[in-house]
T-cell receptor, first 114, second 114 residues
Framework: KAGVTQTPRYLIKTRGQQVTLSCSPI?????VSWYQQTPGQGLQFLFE???????NKGNFPGRFSGRQFSNSRSEMNVSTLELGDSALYLC?????????????FGPGTRLTVL | AQSVTQLDSQVPVFEEAPVELRCNYS??????LFWYVQYPNQGLQLLLK??????LVKGINGFEAEFNKSQTYFHLRKPSVHISDTAEYFC????????????FGRGTSLIVHP
């Protein structure tokens, strides 16, 4: 099976712009989670989608949003970008049938906000 | 709520020496514990996990971890490291009956010198 893929891998934006990141989970995985990774804060959970519904949400402002499509692909959007949004954004998928005990991560999208 | 603390932000070690990466957790209920590894420019990969049973867990690449419930730690060990083990290591915890979303530590950078 192909692994989790994320596009684009690198992105440069300026303050005030918006950005959309994409994640394709492993085939058959219906749960997709998003994380923000920064040197200062480590890995922070953004939100989780399951069967097109947001099931869990982390403590991020409303500028961060996401959605999931019927084929389980997910997108996350960040509006009105701030310098502090520069980070590696990781997507992870897992299989409910495997008791959620392993998350499979994509390579991430490196977002730089200038 | 659960939390996890990785006690060392950076661990330098010489090749073929043993290494221990420390992880303490706190939770008022039963937990599942995980160690992930992140190589440069890649996502996270599961090294090993503790769900139940034996408190000594063996993982990939020669790593193992000891779960100690009374002292609430889940330390990762390898008897002889290789240059290729240089990476960031993350400990994660989630409660057995709660949210499926794990809480990650801030990571430990393992640096293996020749």
């Amino acid at each position: 099976k192909a692994g989790v893929t994320q596009t684009p891998r690198y992105l440069i934006k300026t303050r005030g712009q918006q950005v959309t990141l994409s994640c394709s989970p492993i085939s058959g995985h219906r749960s997709v989670s998003w994380y923000q990774q920064t040197p200062g804060q480590g890995l922070q959970f953004l939100f989780e989608y399951f069967s097109e519904t947001q099931r869990n949400k982390g403590n991020f402002p409303g500028r961060f949003s996401g959605r999931q499509f019927s084929n389980s692909r997910s997108e996350m959007n960040v509006s009105t970008l701030e310098l502090g949004d520069s980070a590696l954004y990781l997507c992870a998928s897992n299989d409910p049938g495997a008791n959620y005990n392993e998350q499979f991560f994509g390579p991430g999208t490196r977002l730089t906000v200038l | 709520a659960q939390s996890v603390t990785q006690l060392d932000s950076q661990v330098p070690v010489f090749e073929e020496a043993p290494v221990e990466l420390r992880c303490n957790y706190s939770s008022s209920v039963s937990v599942y514990l995980f160690w992930y590894v992140q190589y440069p420019n890649q996502g996270l990969q599961l090294l090993l996990k503790y769900l139940s049973g034996s408190t000594l867990v063996k993982g990939i690449n020669g790593f193992e971890a000891e779960f100690n419930k009374s002292q609430t730690y889940f330390h990762l060990r390898k008897p002889s490291v290789h240059i290729s083990d240089t990476a960031e290591y993350f400990c994660a915890v989630r409660t057995s009956g709660g949210s499926y979303i794990p809480t990650f530590g801030r990571g430990t950078s393992l640096i293996v010198h020749p």
